[in-house]
């Protein structure tokens, strides 16, 4: 047997954005800032979908395959019965107010899921700050050389378009849509704000767990979507590998630890077997403090070690452990 569990790249983790708190919020207007052109909301495509209601969602799209908690007050209803239309939408107090979407037949206007990033560049203005004014307060998230490459955010009418681009193909991955308040809520950037800064509910350990089950079964899906996209095998899903690998995500939790090798539990070969889990070769990929489920993948396929594990043509199951922010993959090549 083998394990590939111990390259440097293939730890990854990202600092939480950070939070300024700014009496005076444009103090910096006019120093290198690029300003955003008006644009026109989506008029096709999944954007649409911003601010309905959930009777208009299952009139367009049907009935969810399943319904999933997120860690944001709203509810993701998953649309996975077709890998190629494979969808998730946030539904919070009856109104849709996020999609994720990443099937390859998935309408993205005025975007192409595969369009190539220079396309998006030439055709958009990508503004390195976002200007938001919400119930009387106001917002700024700047944007660093990284964002802009690999994540920009995009004002279309009154939604905002997280992109996430695959450096390694220099294309367009996953779309996701969002109103002002859910993107408010998510702070996926730097952040500047000036009044009062919105946060979403704490989750009791029920709610904890409800979230993390439906994280885990998001990151399968998302993870052989996007091994079918590079014409490889889609991955089975192994409870006994999940068990060990929600255990590595609590041990790094509760340890502050963030490393494949547990001081207590060892290295992955040494918890896949006290697990007593039947396999050939094995990998790991390890995360934290990502937004949700749809993030972490997306980052894990932009690190050289970890898109590697993503998309290894030997392994033939997967385990995914997501304890609150930690998340871990196990994969494994079964021995029958």
């Known amino acids: 047997m083998s394990v590939n ?3 440097d790249n293939k730890v990854l983790i990202t600092d939480e954005p950070s939070l300024e708190m700014n009496e005076s919020l444009y103090q910096n207007q006019g120093k290198g800032i690029q ?3 008006p644009t026109d909301p989506p008029n096709s495509g999944m954007g649409l979908l911003i601010g309905q209601d959930l009777e208009y969602l299952k009139e367009t799209l049907g009935n969810p395959q399943r319904i999933d908690e997120s860690l944001y007050d709203y509810q993701w209803y998953i649309y996975n019965s077709d890998y190629a239309n494979y969808v998730q939408v946030g539904v919070k107090n009856n109104k849709i107010v996020t999609v994720f979407a990443i099937g390859e037949n998935v309408d993205v206007s005025p975007f192409k899921l595969g369009q190539p990033i220079e396309e998006i560049f030439n055709s958009q203005l990508i503004a390195t700050n976002i200007d938001i004014e919400f119930n009387g307060n106001s917002y ?3 944007l660093n050389d990284m964002d802009l490459n690999i994540r920009p955010l995009i004002k279309l009418g009154d939604v905002y378009v997280q992109l996430y681009i695959d450096q390694f193909t220099g294309s367009l991955s996953s779309v996701r849509f969002l109103n002002d308040e859910t993107l408010i809520q998510q702070r996926p950037y730097e952040l500047v704000y000036s009044g009062e800064l ?3 509910s704490e989750p ?15 990151i399968l899906d998302i993870t052989n979507i996007m ?3 590079h014409n490889v095998k889609t991955l089975l899903w192994d409870e006994e590998t999940s068990e060990v690998a929600y255990g590595h995500s609590k041990d790094m939790s509760d340890s502050e630890d963030f490393s494949h090798t547990s001081k207590r539990f060892g290295s992955l070969s040494n918890r896949l077997e006290a697990a007593k889990v039947a396999y050939k070769s094995a990998g790991e990929n390890i995360a934290a403090n990502y937004t949700d489920g749809p993030a972490v993948v997306e980052g894990w396929l932009n690190s050289k070690g970890h898109r590697e594990a993503l998309l290894n043509e030997e392994f033939t199951h997967l385990g995914v452990g997501v304890y609150q922010k930690y998340y871990t993959q196990n994969f494994i090549q079964k021995t029958n």
Do not use: C
């Open 198 to 200: 919105m946060e979403p």
């Open 5 to 7: 569990e111990d390259d």
């Open 204 to 218: 009791n350990e029920e709610q904890w767990n409800l979230i993390e089950q439906g994280t885990e079964k998001e």
């Open 140 to 142: 700024r998230f700047e």
């Open 227 to 229: 091994r079918l996209r």
């Open 35 to 37: 300003e955003k052109a």
